[in-house]
């Protein structure tokens, strides 16, 4: 087993080649409490042929599975995030993933409606000194290949307020977002599922891609 200052390092490695390399994997977090962490099953696979095709990048066409106090975490520069219900972290697993994002990874959570109250408790544990905050229209991650003025678009309903992009950083480097009554996960899934227009499939799959782009050349 590597030790986690080889995991680091091996991470930094794919954040500046991550365009480049022949093969990477980004990850879907399997976690307890109850929550459906197996949600939207197409939304990942499909984000991933986009990126392919679109940014050139050269990640897995299959994305893999990581709970989230396995050391096989420090394998995946990017982990995503959703769910409807409850969330609960034990503080052994607080302790892998907080090593995870401060050594170089980055997780992306994506409320599919229910999740908000139970992930924001357990975000606090994760990190009890900082805040999450919201991300200004002229962050980089809404104007990177596709420009977002507005910031995130809004898919799905929920209860109709306006989406909302929340970071924590560290050392000035975003390791966390949290996307909120936007739904990008249900944009990005096949259109049959949820009965979107191309129009919106696309634009969350754009508003996606910003966010893998952002992360590999940040």
């Known amino acids: ?38 949600a939207n099953p197409t939304s990942l696979p499909n984000l ?48 892998n993933l907080r090593t995870y994002l401060l050594g170089g990874g980055f997780l992306h959570i994506d409320d599919n409606y229910g999740m908000d109250k139970f992930i924001r408790r357990e975000i606090k544990k994760l990190f009890p000194n900082k805040e999450l905050t919201e991300l200004p229209f002229s962050h980089p991650v809404f104007h990177q290949k596709y420009n ?28 966390l977002l949290y996307t909120y009554e936007c739904d990008l996960g249900d944009g990005w899934e096949d ?14 799959l754009k508003a996606g891609a910003n966010i893998i782009q952002y992360v590999f050349t940040n």
């Not at 109709?160 to 390791?175: H, Y």
Request: proline share 5%.
């Open 48 to 95: 991933i042929k986009f990126c392919n095709k679109k940014l050139h990048t050269n990640i897995g066409e299959e994305p893999a599975t990581v709970e989230i106090g396995s050391p096989e975490i420090f394998n995946y520069p990017f982990v995503h995030m959703t769910g409807h219900g409850n969330v609960i972290f034990s503080a052994e697993e607080i302790n």
């Open 1 to 38: 087993m590597f030790k986690i200052t080889t995991y680091i390092s091996l991470f930094l490695l794919l954040n500046v080649y991550a365009f480049t390399q022949e093969s990477y994997k980004i990850a879907l977090l399997k976690y307890s409490g109850g929550g459906d962490w197996y």
């Open 148 to 175: 977002f003025p507005n910031g995130l678009p809004k898919i799905h309903k929920h209860d109709g307020k306006r989406p909302q992009a929340f970071g924590i950083f560290a050392d000035n480097r975003l390791v």
């Open 191 to 204: 259109t049959d599922v949820h009965h979107d227009t191309e129009e919106k499939h696309l634009e969350a």
